[in-house]
């Protein structure tokens, strides 16, 4: 006797039943989980993008430092200046009194793309996505202040220009002369938080532009985030 062989019923499917369809929670629930996937992805990137720029700035003070030491070695040790304390990243430069000028025979000084053009080692990477006004822009301050030299005298240590008569200028000190080399900075991120005689400027960021820190490069050479007060 032959088995007998059982067809399915025409239309329908031997092994598999009716296909389900999403319901609106199920994708409510899968577009939340992209949403908060996206999110962590892009918070992730935006992390990168600032320790990026932040290394990229304090890539900036390692070699203006190199540029000072070697500046000194030629100048009877003596710091590069005068200087005003803030410092355009113009270049070359219509104004007096810029520390890139002073360096550029000692550092390579490449040309950034703008109108008018600026030096890559005085601009901090963070500044330049904030600022277009490059013209009259100053990324970094030089410490303008006094300090008690090792003979007991108040001076500044890259000097200061006098407006009135430029050939009464207010010289530089010695490097080795700076007291506290360790503790004392140089160069730092200008903001108009941090320097209050900038405020309302348009060339300066309001805030810091690394956030909850700026960077420092200190007399001994030493560079530091250090965090805002």
């Not at 963070?126 to 277009?132: H, N, Y």
């Not at 013209?135 to 030299?149: P, Q, R, W």
Request: hydrophobic share 35%; net charge positive.
């Amino acid at each position: 006797m032959k088995p007998k062989i059982i067809v399915p019923f025409p239309g329908k499917s031997a092994t598999c039943g009716k296909r389900r369809a999403f319901t609106l929670v199920e994708l409510l629930a899968v577009v939340a989980i992209i949403g908060i996937l996206g999110a962590v992805v892009f918070g992730t990137m935006q992390s990168v993008k600032r320790r990026a720029r932040l290394a990229g700035c304090a890539n900036n003070f390692r070699q203006i430092y190199i540029g000072i030491q070697l500046y000194t070695n030629d100048h009877a040790r003596k710091l590069p200046g005068p200087l005003t304390g803030g410092q355009h990243v113009r270049y070359p430069s219509n104004t007096k009194y810029q520390l890139v000028d002073y360096l550029s025979p000692y550092v390579s000084v490449s040309i950034l793309g703008g109108s008018p053009s600026a030096a890559d080692i005085m601009t901090c990477p963070a500044w330049k996505d904030e600022i277009s006004d490059f013209e009259n822009g100053c990324s970094y301050e030089a410490y303008a202040g006094f300090l008690t030299m090792d003979d007991g005298n108040l001076q500044k240590p890259f000097g200061y220009p006098n407006w009135s008569d430029q050939n009464k200028n207010e010289q530089p000190v010695a490097l080795l002369r700076i007291p506290n080399a360790t503790k004392v900075w140089m160069l730092r991120d200008l903001d108009q938080v941090g320097t209050p005689s900038y405020v309302g400027r348009s060339d300066t960021p309001a805030r810091p532009v690394h956030g909850s820190v700026r960077n420092y490069l200190y007399f001994d050479g030493h560079v530091a985030a250090v965090p805002v007060n």
